[in-house]
């Protein structure tokens, strides 16, 4: 019998880990892998508390299922831009895109 | 200490590797990998919970679809080595507190409550699930269903427009 | 789906099927003739205005309580599709000058607005998460849309990193809720609150959703990538996206606390009254270093995020809350209109890649072309909050409805930071009728007709401001 709370566990370090990520790394696809963690990590925390605490219903599921669309549709913009940006600057450096510029 | 128990141990240790994996590997390529990794644990994860549409999707959409995109960027791009850059001085340790901040959150949040130890809802037929979900999307979530097929034309729409070359 | 049910959604379904059909339509209007698809987008967005306005007054709930119809989100929705009127007009009149003329603009634009009236009338999580999204995944492609131009394909990257990962905060946050209810609606929510009581889960949930959000309106630890973007994007997109964008985020947060976690009010209260000082504080002094009109344009709508903030404050005082959020919604008309003016007074000055755009490139405009420069005094005193423009009446209403819930450390704090901001508005002011230059502003009929049309508003409705206050004020939430 597992209990909730390692799930929630489990779903609160990938999410760290990929906040770390997106603060620390400086490359743009590097940033979005870890935008993507973190959504992965949310959608374990939906469906666990599904499981344990609505089985019945279909909220937690179907939360995920459009998060994980939602998911694609982000990448594929995002990717698209990173694309467009390196096609003209040669980097996907976020630093020589001086995004930490505030 | 039950087989599940062990299960989930190793799972989730090998979730946590693989993410560790992807944030610290210099190489695109495997960042990228690593994440499909930790993606396909994952959706072992959904099989634990009973949910397995969910499971098919995490590894069609997310390992599949959505990585080899990246993986496909990646290449496309010839970026496969990420420079090493020069962080600045704070950064990392900004970083580094916040995440810790997040988890210590998390953390106390997850002890301060017991109910969440509470025992499993009786099982439920697994393979009742897809359909479960399906009928859920097209009866009681109409509306979030179709508004997702809008963003999906959205995001359609942009990535053309973002990379079509003719000006 | 019933058709009670079809009848709330109407406006929503016809904004997104007539921009998914603009869309098809688009490719059979040749590429010299795109002013078809901006009149046909702006003919969309009268359409579903007339439809939305036409539900003034309903108060009901569809598709199992996840849709809502009421006064607040009638006034949220039509000041969305003005504002998306607004985005058109500004469109048109300036991205063929800058060569980045394409009729997906207008659908994307059409898209991004009906993302926002879903944030203004979703009851439900997962549609206030696919409200976000749909607000701003057009929104990044928007700010890139100047696609040749570097610094436009940076903003919109990005905007996108960090829309994304605050998307990501706004989700987590969701997730908890919903753990801690079991539900993804916001009433249900209300009820396991009134059962369970406080608990962390709640807690957190909400702080994590104030932080997703707190992105999105640029409130100030979040507002890092305000400035950039809003220089980067192309001025027409960055009009639309500062208006629209902040109505909506603010319209969401203000639903989500008061109709899900009303019981949070001690607890979050201290947090919005901080995230108000600072935000306020931070926008309008970094304004002042400004030297690039948009940027200080960026960092004065950062400045206003924090007063229409100022609103919220008061939501655990049951007395005052309705003023209060009353005060709040016309400061939204107030910013609105002003915005859309000063953004553009800037397009018209504004001339090939990025020209035009300093404060020095103002000099002399007072004298080479008064009624310009007059309107642009008017936007600037209007941001100050002086009389006689509707931004001293905004002020006005919000101060006194925070000092009436007893926030008085907020309302001196408003009322300098106005002092300070007071500095670079009128600097500009000063440059443009004291010192000689040679600008050069674009006659354009849609931008005359644009910020004309706002600086008349903003002096006339100061003047009588009581029907928009009224109106306002009948469109609160309860």
Redesign the interface.
Known sequence: MIPLSWYLWLSAALFSVGLFGVLARRNAIAILLAIELMLNAVNINLVAFWRYLTPGQMNGQVFAVIVLAVAAAEVAVGLALVISVYRRRQTVVADELDLLKW | M?L??LL?LIL?LI??AS??G??LSRH?VY??LF?VL??AT?AV??L????P??AM??IT??AG??MV??LF??M??G?EV??P?P??PW??P???L???G??A??????F??QR??????AT?DPFS?PK??G???FT??????E??S??????????????RKE? | MTAADFSLFLPLAVLLIWATVLLIVDLFIPKERKGWTASLSALGLALTLFLSLRQWGETASGFGEMLRVDPFATFINALLLLSGLGGVLLAYGSIRRHGVERGEYYTLLLFSVSGMMLMAQARDLILLFLGLELLSIPLYVLAAFALPRLDSEEAGLKYFLLGAFASGFFLYGTALLYGASGTTLLSGIAQAWSQAGRNLFFLVGAALILVGLGFKVALVPFHMWTPDVYQGAPTAVTGFMAAGAKIAGFAALWRIFTEALPGLAPDVTPILWALSALTMLLGNLLAIAQKNVKRMLAYSSIAHAGYILMAFVPFGVPQVRDVALAAGLFYLITYAITNFGAWAVVSALERQAGQGLELDDYAGLGSKAPALALAMTVFMLSLTGVPPTLGLIGKFYLFRSVIEAGFYGLAVLGVLTSLISAYYYLRLVVIMYMRPGEPQPVANPWLNLTWGAMAILTVLFSLIPAPLFWWASQSVLR
């Open positions: 039950s599940e128990l989930f989730a979730a946590i993410a560790l992807m944030l695109a960042a990228a994440l930790n993606f994952v994860f959904y634990l919970l009973n949910a549409f969910i999707a995490q959409v997310y679809a959505i995109l990246f960027v990646i496309l791009l970026t990420l420079p850059s962080v600045l950064q990392r900004l970083a580094f916040l995440a810790l997040l988890l959150e998390s953390v106390y949040l997850l301060f409550r969440l130890t509470l025992s499993l809802p439920i699930g479960a979900i009928q859920a999307l009681g979530y109409l509306l979030p269903f508004i997702t809008i963003l999906l034309l959205v995001a359609m729409v942009g990535a053309i427009l973002l990379t000006r």
